[in-house]
Each structure stands twice: as C-alpha cells, then as structure tokens.
T-cell receptor, first 113, second 112 residues
Framework: DTEVTQTPKHLVMGMTNKKSLKCEQH?????MYWYKQKAKKPPELMFVYSYEKLSINESVPSRFSPECPNSSLLNLHLHALQPEDSALYLCASSQRENNSPLHFGNGTRLTVT | GENVEQHPSTLSVQEGDSAVIKCTYSDSASNYFPWYKQELGKRPQLIID?????GEKKDQRIAVTLNKTAKHFSLHITETQPEDSAVYFC???????????FGTGTRLTIIP
C-alpha cells in the first residue's frame, strides 16, 4: 500500500555485475531521493533530484549512477560495486515545497558478493 | 553542516507508560523537524513533524516539543502499546534545503 514503489525488493549481485534499482511515485512530487541505510544506522542521503535535475550528490562514488527519466521515475544504476555497498537502498519523494515530508518506498535489499 | 544528536540509543518502557526521546541540532537556521518510525524490515514512516513557528504539536498519543533557543526537540509517546516498538529517528532541515539530517536513532521496546 506504499505510494512509492521500488523494484526489486531484493537483489544479489557480483562485483562485476551491472544492475539497476527502480523507483516510481504518482503523487505529483517534484523531488526524489536515494538513501542508503546500513543495519542499525539512519538513512544516509546519496542523491536528490529536484524538478528532474540532480540537485544534490553527497560525494557518492561513481559506481552509483542516478537517473531521473521523468518526474515519476528514479533509477539507480549500479556497476562494479563492493561488498561494503551491501545495504538497504531507499527511494523517497516529497513535494519539494516548505519542507514537505519524505515518503519512503519499501527499499531494495542489496547484497554484493 | 547540520549535526543532529539523539538520545537515548535504546529505551525500554512498560506498556502503558510514557516514552521520551530527545534530539539536539547544531544549525540555528534549521526550522523543520520531522520524526520517523521504522519497524523491523520496513521503511521509515513519518509520524509527526513540527516547524519552528510552533512550540508544540500533538497527534493523539504522540507529541513533539521544540525549544529553538536551546536547539532541542523531543518526542513524547503516552500510553505506550506493543506496536510502538520500533526504531525512531529525529531529523532536521532548513526550509528550501532538500537535505534532511537524521539523528542516530532510538530503539524503543515496549514491555508487555
């Protein structure tokens, strides 16, 4: 029943693989976010797209490549990841006005082997 | 940049008692303070938020108080129930800034 949909729910990939995480929202939100969350830690901001333009990159390694094809979709392309990149990857969206709340998706549980 | 500290890291309370979680922030320009609840294996969900023009906000058993002078805000849960067991994160941001800085989280356990 979440309004932000993420696929896949689980992903296991090798260090030489290329994969993509997908996120979709239909709430008309104009800001979309990627967060990384390790066990027992708070979500850690990776990227923010505002009106489909990348507005924040929190010095994320280039093996993570975000893409915002339109206002409803957000992708995270993964390449040559390391085992320490294993985490829960959360997508979120917000109205981008007056600090409206973040709406999180259920996340993709990523394991890098 | 903003730094948000959260205490305690773990909290156990008897069912029916109250729970209080406290956060402090460093950036005096911060003016938006949400609280998120994350149950095991699930996504963070907003439970309440407050803006700096308000000192207190209440929603049924949950309330948040804000002291801008001291730069701290607190979450109060009354009449706790087993379903309140979760990790709670406070956060802070500045209006117009998309970056939300989270606290380190509090694992709340309600003892039946």
């Amino acid at each position: 029943d979440t309004e932000v949909t993420q696929t896949p729910k689980h992903l296991v990939m090798g260090m030489t693989n290329k994969k993509s995480l997908k996120c979709e929202q239909h709430m008309g939100h104009r800001a979309m976010y990627w967060y990384k969350q390790k066990a027992k830690k708070p979500p850690e901001l990776m990227f923010v797209y505002s009106y489909e333009k990348l507005s924040i990159n929190e010095s994320v390694p280039s093996r993570f490549s975000p893409e915002c094809p339109n206002s409803s979709l957000l992708n995270l392309h993964l390449h040559a990841l390391q085992p320490e990149d294993s985490a829960l990857y959360l997508c979120a969206s917000s109205q981008r006005e007056n600090n409206s709340p973040l709406h999180f998706g259920n996340g993709t549980r990523l394991t890098v082997t | 940049g903003e730094n948000v500290e959260q205490h305690p890291s773990t909290l156990s309370v008897q069912e029916g008692d109250s729970a209080v979680i406290k956060c402090t922030y460093s950036d005096s320009a911060s003016n938006y303070f949400p609280w998120y609840k994350q149950e095991l294996g699930k996504r963070p969900q907003l439970i309440i938020d407050i803006r700096s023009n308000v000192g207190e906000k209440k929603d049924q058993r949950i309330a948040v108080t804000l002291n801008k002078t001291a730069k701290h805000f607190s979450l109060h849960i009354t009449e706790t129930q087993p379903e309140d067991s979760a990790v709670y994160f406070c956060a802070a941001s500045v209006v117009g800034n998309e970056k939300l800085t989270f606290g380190t989280g509090t694992r709340l356990t309600i003892i039946p």
